[in-house]
């Protein structure tokens, strides 16, 4: 079925519809991974974006029930050069345009891919609309104009859970990775908060396999909530939207800061950042994608990282006497990551769960590990030295 | 960190006269190396025994001998010139057979010549089968089962432990020469005698056939501080059997979900690692059951190779020029990338479009030669071509053969015209197309379109083929697309 999508800027596109037959708005995004569309579909962190994959040919290996970051897809629209319903792996269960229709996900197909990605780049993020209902361009680029803009949204309230659960499973597939250091020395398995802004399944997978036994809760759940549940440390989520619009998340963050040790990841690296009095600003296009180059300043080593975000940390909002710039992206010089120098807080910008996306990052959870075992050491320490005193 | 001060003089060799398997892309890679290390105020002495090569050319090199590449001359060059390192990994496998026999031979102990790019344990790690399949081991990969053999009785022996078909894969050859399949007793020993000959080491490795699997492979980079970047992957439209130089390749993979991807590149950066090479490009291939997953590590070339030449033109990523800087001692990060500028070359290269080599044969030009595609490459040259779909990069590379074709049917240039056929002879056609592509032949691709055309399901072609029916399914577009456009007809 004939299908269009229309930018705020006037540009209207002729496709044709796959998945359901629908009409949609969202911030037009592209990501440039040529691998993982399963998961990217599911990453509830594209909440509210339509999204464009550079590489033209997409369905080829199908889905499966396996390669999900969340219980179903997230993304408002989907945009592709070629879409597949003819699909080839042995892991696959069905095609990706039956499992978008069954989930009320539109895609739209036959689209120059490369036009709109230059017209992003150009213009910046944009939004837009994807259609096969309504085939009318003034229309449509209207309605374009009309849907929300992505500064100042807050979309992790709308993806969040809406109960705590725990989380306790493995990458099961044959692909799994394996830890790269043992995980736990003494059996002793760390109790870690989640709060989830929507969090990928993949991290809570890694944070598995390092020995850590999750509670997931609501972004909104409070300080005084967490601090009642004592956790040995709490994780912060990637998540979608404009993180200055979750004020309620940083002043929960605030008051937990130098309480707990705290692990942030995307969302959860902005969110810590404004919490430490820093600032968050919009990138033009953003970073989404699996092959961004990012430099560890710590040990001047050289990942290949998965990213997906829109908005990023201003470095020099962040006081230098608390806060150390830990990593770097090697294309735009943005940061990636800081730690705090005193406290047991540090963040990173990209997903070092990748999926998709390279598992150059991985040591990041065995570092958060390493941090809850120093933490705890130096906890019984003070106790010891505490009860000494008396 | 900073380029080496203490080498002054580089010894580059070339690959030396143009054989199957070995052509023009290491003279592009010597070339780009010669370039490089000269704007970097090296010394470069080179040597190449074939002067028809741009690298031979004057002004590329500081000193350029015409001479056999033998480890006889390359010791004269040796002495007269004491260059302090040898850049072994361009010119090919003759050029890493050479520098391993002057190494073991104690030629570059005697006058302290050091290697760059490839040191000599990871030159023998990835070239000696048997020590390859132990370091696989090591890191935790698969190889094919299998062993090596020096003697037609062992070979027996591991026939019968592993069963039919068996490949076989002589040490120490370039582009696979002295290798086979065998399907029974009789074609097994008198491959296995030919191997033995074919080997200068008089070794060859017979292993379980993985006939029919997918076919990948990675290009890989790594630097002196560790850093590994994938640079493009390739999926091969012809299954295991058929030589990479000889199958249809697609860059990048097609039908790998990202967790499938990322467990190759896990593995490729093991490989390299554990292999041991310092600096510079590798080309590492995989096989994959179609079934269920598993992967099997093929072999690694610890040098520039033929697939980087299609890899660098595939992403724009110059591998031989970023590979001769590692070697000099920069790291990836420290590079610039050559068609951003602004960026490092420490990235990997992400394309929106899709890249398809079709191999050319020239079987009039060697009367006598069986025309089957096997392990052992056939091929004289080969077109790349990039499209937005793979659809388009096929009937571009196809069309650039310089064959007088123009795509994948109507150009009216058909050995069989299906359309004229009656009801009866087409099942007939239908199942001896079908017998035909059973065997790998050049011509093959033409014979996929007669089959869909006399209606052979992407089952039954699959069956026959082993090529993934995600490839078939392309190819069907186009023959149903040229069946539209023919019902147009007035």
Redesign the interface.
């Given at each position: 079925m004939k299908a269009k999508l229309a930018l705020e800027d006037g540009t209207v596109f002729t496709g044709e519809a796959f998945g359901a037959e629908t009409e949609v708005t969202g911030e037009v995004v592209f990501n440039t991974s040529m691998t993982g569309y399963q998961e990217i579909l599911t990453d509830p962190s594209y909440a509210g974006q339509i999204v464009t994959m550079t590489y033209p040919l997409i369905g080829n290996y199908g889905v499966n029930a396996e390669d999900l970051e969340s219980v179903r897809p997230q993304v408002a629209g989907f945009v592709v050069k070629e879409y597949f319903d003819f699909y080839s792996n042995f892991r696959a269960t069905g095609s990706l345009g039956d499992w978008l229709a069954q989930h009320k996900i539109m895609g739209i197909q036959g689209i120059d891919t490369r036009m709109l990605t230059k017209i992003i780049r150009t213009t910046g993020a944009m939004r837009g609309v994807i259609s096969s209902v309504d085939l009318d361009d003034e229309n449509l680029v209207a309605k374009a104009k009309k849907s929300p803009a992505m500064a100042g949204l807050d979309l992790a309230t709308t993806v969040t859970t809406t109960a705590p659960y725990t989380w306790d499973e493995l990458d099961r597939t044959p692909f799994a990775l394996p830890p790269s250091v043992k995980t736990r020395v003494n059996g002793k398995r760390w109790n870690i908060v989640v709060y989830d802004f929507g969090v990928k399944r993949n991290i809570l997978r890694r944070l598995t396999a390092y020995g850590c036994k999750l509670t997931v809760v609501p972004s909104t759940y409070s300080a005084e909530q967490i601090l009642q549940m004592n956790p040995d440390g709490i994780f912060l989520s990637n998540g979608p939207g404009d993180p200055a619009a979750v004020r309620y998340a940083i002043q929960n963050i605030k008051q937990l800061i130098g309480k707990k040790p705290i692990f942030g990841i995307c969302l959860g690296h902005q969110l810590l950042a404004l919490a430490l009095g820093g600032k968050t600003f919009k990138l033009k296009f953003g970073h989404r994608g699996a092959n961004h180059p990012v430099k560890n300043l710590l040990n001047n080593e050289i990942e290949i990282t998965s990213q997906n975000h829109g908005f990023a940390v201003d470095p020099s909002s962040l006081d230098p006497t608390k806060i150390e710039i830990t990593h770097v992206n090697l294309n735009d010089g943005t940061n990636e990551g800081f730690r705090h120098r005193e406290l047991p807080i540090f963040c990173v910008q990209y997903h070092p769960e990748a999926s998709p996306g390279p598992h150059d990052s991985d040591y990041l959870f065995a570092r958060f590990v390493d941090m809850l075992e120093r933490e705890s050491v130096g906890a019984g320490k003070d106790k010891q030295e505490e009860k000494g005193r008396k | 960190m900073p380029r080496r001060d203490d080498i002054k003089s580089i010894l580059i060799i070339g690959s030396g006269p143009i054989v199957i398997g070995q052509a023009c892309e290491f003279d592009y890679s010597g070339t780009q190396a010669c370039k490089v290390l000269r704007e970097e105020g090296y010394r470069v002495v080179l040597i190449n025994s074939n002067p028809a090569t741009i690298m031979t050319d004057p002004d590329l090199a500081d000193a350029t001998y015409i001479e056999p590449i033998t480890p006889f001359f390359v010791e004269e060059i040796i002495k007269r010139e004491k260059p302090d390192v040898i850049l072994p990994t361009m010119g090919g496998q003759t050029a890493l057979n050479v520098t391993v026999a002057l190494a073991e031979s104690g030629v570059l102990k005697k006058y302290s010549v050091g290697l760059i790019g490839a040191k000599l344990e990871a030159i023998q790690k990835a070239e000696d089968r048997e020590l390859f399949k132990a370091a696989m081991d090591r890191v935790g990969l698969h190889c094919a089962r299998g062993g090596f053999v020096n003697s037609i009785d062992d070979a027996m022996k591991v026939a019968e432990e592993i069963g039919f078909p068996i490949i076989i894969r002589p040490s120490f050859t370039l582009g696979g020469t002295g290798g086979g399949t065998a399907y029974n007793k009789d074609e097994f020993r008198e491959k296995v005698q030919h191997g033995l000959i074919s080997s200068p080491i008089h070794q060859v490795l017979v292993e379980e056939s993985v006939i029919g699997w997918k076919e990948f492979e990675l290009e890989v980079m790594r630097d002196l501080?560790?850093?590994v970047?994938?640079i493009c992957?390739i999926e091969n439209f012809d299954p295991m059997g058929v030589h990479t130089g000889d199958s249809i390749t697609v860059a990048?993979?097609?039908?790998?979900?990202?967790?499938?991807?990322?467990?190759m590149?896990?593995a490729a950066k093991k490989v390299i690692r554990e292999i041991g090479v310092d600096t510079g490009g590798s080309n590492i291939q995989f096989a994959v059951n179609?079934?269920?997953?598993r992967m099997l590590v093929i072999e690694m070339n610890p040098r520039v190779s033929r697939s980087s030449a299609l890899a660098s033109k595939a992403t724009g990523f110059p591998i031989a020029k970023i590979a001769a800087k590692l070697a000099v001692g920069y790291t990836?990060?420290e590079i610039p990338n050559d068609i951003t500028k602004l960026?490092?070359a420490?990235?990997?290269?992400?394309?929106?479009?899709?890249v398809v080599k079709i191999p050319r044969w020239d079987f009039e030009k060697f009367k006598g030669v069986e025309s089957t595609l096997g392990v052992q490459m056939k091929s004289v040259g080969e077109a790349m071509a990039i499209g937005?779909?793979?659809k388009e990069a096929f009937q571009k590379a196809l069309r650039s053969m310089e064959q007088g074709r123009f795509g994948l049917g109507a150009d009216g240039k058909d050995d069989l015209n299906v359309r004229e056929l009656s009801d009866k002879s087409r099942s007939e056609w239908k199942k001896k197309v079908l017998d035909r592509l059973k065997i790998p032949k050049p011509e093959n691709v033409f014979y996929l379109r007669y089959a869909l055309q006399l209606g052979a399901t992407l089952e039954d072609i699959h069956e026959s083929t082993r090529i993934?029916?995600?490839f078939l399914?392309n190819l069907k577009q186009i023959v149903d697309f040229e069946e539209e456009l023919y019902s147009y007809r007035v």
């Open positions: - | 501080k560790d850093n970047v994938i992957s990048p993979a097609q039908t790998l979900t990202d967790k499938e991807y990322q467990t590149r896990d179609p079934k269920d997953g990836l990060d960026t490092p420490s990235f990997e290269p992400t394309i929106d479009y899709c937005r779909t793979f993934d029916p995600w399914h």
